[in-house]
Structures are given as C-alpha cells and as structure tokens.
C-alpha cells in the first residue's frame, strides 16, 4: 500500500489503462451533472414531502442516488430499477426453466438475460414514475392538462435511469471497475461534505448544552465508530475460509501433471450487500403503500412510524440472515464445485469424493452464512443503537450500508487495476 501512489503514476504511463480511467472519470462527472437536472412539471416540494414520509427507504434511496432523489433531477431514480431488475431476473432464474438454461449458456446467455434486465428495468422506472407523479399530482403543475403532465413527468424519470443503466454499463466496457457500483458508490460519497457540516452543527449543540471538552470527545468518539466501521468492513469484505485441495499426479507419456496443493476460497461476505437491500425492500414496502395511497388511519400510521419502534429492528435483523441463507443457496453450489474438483482429480485431505465433498463445502458455507448474517446486521443496525443512546440524528452516524458499497466499490477498482497492472508487468498495490 505503501507504493500506490507510484503505481497510479505508472498507470497513467500505460496509454489504454490511462484512457480507461479517463473515461471513468468523465462518465462520473456526466452523472453528478445529470442529478442537478430539474424533472419539469412536478413539485419538488410536495415530492420531498412524499419521500419524508417513506422514513428510512426515502433516506437510502436518497443516499445511493447522491441526493438526486430529494431533488427531483432526471436521476432521481438512478440504478434502483435496475438493482430491483436484477434481483427479480436472479431470483426468476431459479424458478424459470428458459432463464435457468440461459444462464448456463456462457457468455451469449449472458448477453440475452442482460437484455430482458434491460426490459424490466424500463418497464420497473416506468411503473415507479407514474407513482411518484400519481403522489404529487396535485401539486405539479396546471399549465398542462394531466395526462400531458403524467406523460411527460414519467418520461423524464425513465429516460433519466434508462441513460444511468447505459452509463453503467459503458463503464463496465471502457472504464475501470463495476460501472453500476461505481455510480453507487459515488453518489454516496458525494454526500460526505454535508454529513462533515452536520458533525459540525453537532458539535455547536453538545458545546452549547454541555462543555467544549465534551463536545470534542463527541466528535472524536464519532470519527473513530467511523473509521473502526471502515477497517471492520474492508477486513470482512477481504476475508475468505480457505479449503485445502490436493491434486492427484497423472503420467502422461513422460511427463507428469499434478500432483500439486492448491485451496478453495470462499468468500466470508459473498452475498455483499444484497441481503441489506432485499430486507429493506421488505420492510418499507407497507410504509410505501401507505403513503401512496395517502392514508391517515391507524394503521397507516403505525406503518408509517414503523421505523421508530424496536420491533422494527428485531424484524429487520431476521429478514438480513434469511435473505442472507437464501441469497447463499442460489448463487453457491456446493455439488457443482465438487464435481470440478472431482473432474480435474482433485480432493479434500480426509473428505471422500463426490457427495462427502460436496456436504462438507455446504456445511462449510453455511457456517460462513452465519458468521455474515451476524455481521451484516451488526453493521446496519449500528448506527441506529448509537443514534439511540448519543440522543442525535442517525444521519449523523455513517450508514453501514453504504460503508459496504463504497468499501466494495474501492476494492472491486483495486483488484482490476492490479490485474491491468501485473499484466504488464508493473508492481501492483499488494506487496
């Protein structure tokens, strides 16, 4: 680490690797200019006042969006219906025949389920923009009939994410790095310089109720919860059990092959920050209805405060560990890495073959999951419980979501360009 700087100058000595980063950059600047674009013909009062009232769903929404979302830009919607897109096209892959066979057919599978993700993602920002203009359509503006309005306001949010989906994915082909999690992740860290003013105002509270020394262990107390919850994330994000594989020796001819010990990885956080986001889709959503539907009974508003009571979090925290074992059945498959191992001759030192192999990664895993679930909701709720005690806004405290984005998207960026790096035969990050 202590070269990178270095390294980044002889990055930019390499042409392509130099035009790629350009190029990143310049799509990050594009996006950040699009979320100042006004939306024309709705109320951006009235649409503030809409997303208050969703509590935490407005509030994250408005976090991965870079504050486009609270100011009614063009980009108010961003990458949302395309995470939603391809949450609905993974989860229909393992019910859907046609999808399942798809994705088992390489890169041009690939290419068509990206596609109909594409589809649903404009049919998913079309759907969310006649919401948006139905729950404030009678603040937006009189100068055009409404069905001109809605058209036109529904339009506008689904070119606007239609365009951050295309952007994204010119990243991912003429950038560095994952170009969906990049714009994710630096809308959130756009909004550092607010939260720095917030500790500030903060810190003119505690001075004025309390003493300065106090205030100024507040503010350190702060600053460390964030940078310990940084170091555990990258920690956790890097992590991985290691299972040792021998493989057998072949003589083929007069040569021999084999015969070498290599290990199998498995990731600590393999599921990143998905079960986060399914749960939260599950807990806002009868808070959502209601405040679409513009209920005032007792029930609505229990769903709308929802987010204030502790039985919110306990409910929040089993959603995270079972969409964490739910997300770990679909995406790993234990009988399949087995059978590779198996194929190539290899085996797992005092594990037989084939099922026994293939029990022993599943246990292995989900004693992995386990450990996740814990952390994952060790992160998320931390911030809320500190909130809770230090008597301040839980804004204040950086979200432990978007620490799993950011820290996600800094690594992702890492490990590509070091491999852009060691393909040239440059020194890399890691020493």
């Known amino acids: 680490?202590?070269?990178?700087?270095?390294?980044?100058?002889?990055?930019?000595?390499?042409?392509?690797?130099?035009?790629?980063?350009?190029?990143?950059?310049?799509?990050?600047?594009?996006?950040?200019?699009?979320?100042?674009?006004?939306?024309?013909?709705?109320?951006?009062?009235?649409?503030?006042?809409?997303?208050?009232?969703?509590?935490?769903?407005?509030?994250?929404?408005?976090?991965i969006s870079g504050g486009a979302f609270k100011q009614v830009s063009i980009f108010a919607l961003g990458i949302q219906p395309y995470i939603n897109a391809?949450?609905?096209?993974q989860l229909l892959t393992v019910a859907i025949p046609y999808l399942k066979n798809l994705s088992e057919e390489g890169e041009e599978g690939r290419k068509k389920l990206q596609q109909i993700t594409r589809y649903v993602t404009v049919g998913l920002a079309l759907l969310m923009s006649f919401f948006y203009w139905y729950g404030t359509r009678s603040a937006a503006s009189t100068?055009?009939?409404?069905?001109?309005?809605?058209?036109?306001?529904?339009?506008?949010?689904?070119?606007?994410?239609a365009?951050?989906?295309?952007?994204?994915?010119?990243?991912?082909?003429?950038?560095?790095?994952?170009?969906?999690?990049i714009l994710i992740g630096i809308g959130i860290i756009s909004r550092l310089p607010s939260m720095i003013v917030q500790l500030y105002y903060t810190f003119l509270n505690w001075t004025a109720s309390r003493n300065v020394v106090l205030a100024v262990l507040g503010v350190v107390f702060v600053i460390a919860v964030f940078l310990f919850i940084i170091a555990l994330v990258v920690f956790i994000s890097s992590s991985e059990r290691r299972i040792p594989v021998q493989y057998a020796k072949k003589v083929v001819g007069r040569k021999v092959y084999g015969g070498q010990s290599s290990y199998l990885p498995i990731k600590v956080n393999q599921s990143g920050v998905l079960p986060v986001i399914f749960a939260v889709s599950v807990m806002v959503m009868p808070a959502t209805i209601a405040s679409f539907t513009g209920g005032q009974g007792p029930v609505a508003q229990f769903f709308l405060n929802f987010d204030r009571n502790p039985l919110y979090y306990l409910i929040y925290a089993v959603l995270i560990f079972a969409f964490t074992f739910f997300y770990s059945s679909i995406s790993f498959n234990p009988v399949e890495i087995a059978n590779n191992i198996q194929k190539n001759g290899g085996f797992i030192p005092g594990i037989r073959p084939g099922k026994p192999t293939a029990d022993f990664i599943r246990e292995t895993a989900n004693r992995l999951s386990w450990f996740e679930a814990l952390f994952l909701v060790f992160i998320v709720i931390l911030p809320s419980v500190l909130s809770f005690f230090t008597k301040t806004s839980s804004a204040l405290w950086f979200g432990g979501t978007a620490v799993l984005i950011v820290v996600g998207v800094a690594l992702d960026m890492i490990n590509q360009l070091e491999a852009q790096m060691m393909m040239r035969h440059y020194k890399g990050f890691l020493d």
Do not use: C, H
């Not at 295309?166 to 999690?181: H, K, P, T």
């Open 1 to 63: 680490m202590g070269n990178m700087f270095d390294t980044l100058r002889n990055a930019f000595r390499i042409k392509d690797l130099r035009q790629k980063l350009f190029f990143t950059l310049f799509a990050l600047l594009i996006y950040r200019l699009g979320t100042q674009v006004p939306v024309p013909g709705i109320d951006a009062i009235a649409f503030s006042n809409l997303v208050n009232r969703f509590g935490q769903l407005g509030s994250f929404m408005d976090i």
């Open 86 to 89: 391809s949450i609905i096209i």
């Open 143 to 161: 100068a055009l009939p409404n069905w001109i309005n809605a058209i036109m306001v529904m339009l506008s949010f689904t070119a606007g994410s």
């Open 163 to 181: 365009f951050v989906m295309w952007l994204g994915e010119q990243i991912n082909d003429r950038g560095i790095g994952n170009g969906i999690s």
